[in-house]
């Protein structure tokens, strides 16, 4: 018998200090190295760009994704997106990309910018796809296992 998803209704909502906890516990399990609340709330305190995706009633509810993005001169830097896990393989990271796209343009912008880990195939795959090329390596970017670093694909999207 074939599962079938229910279709879920989303918001998008400014990320604020309230969304902390949820966004924590989601940070906490998709990544070995998460942000910290100290990561969010300095991205909050300097002005950048956080929208959390929710589903269900405000007041209850369930957090679905998140992105954080910093605007510059003609361009946009993401620095974090992530899906809830338990809602991951669903597109979620497809919107939350058309609106930061859309957000993007608003702006001004003519490229959006990204690092990636390279051992992060999956979110390479879903980059590619949705049109992000590789331009470069930053060598030894990310924290890695055993006090190691990771190198990052920098990845950019033409906005023109």
Known sequence: MNAVLQPIEARFEPMTAS??????????????HPWSRGNFSDSLNAGYEAQVLAAGPEGASELLGYFVAMKGVDEVHLLNITVAPDHQHQG???????????????QGALW??????VSNERARAVYEHYGFRHVGTRRQYYPAAEGQREDAVVMSLGLS
């Open 19 to 32: 969304w902390f906890e949820a966004v924590l516990r989601v940070e906490q399990s998709a990544y070995d």
């Open 112 to 117: 959006l910018w990204l690092e990636v880990r």
């Open 92 to 106: 979620w990271a497809r919107v939350m990309l058309d609106a930061l796209v859309l957000w993007s343009r608003g």
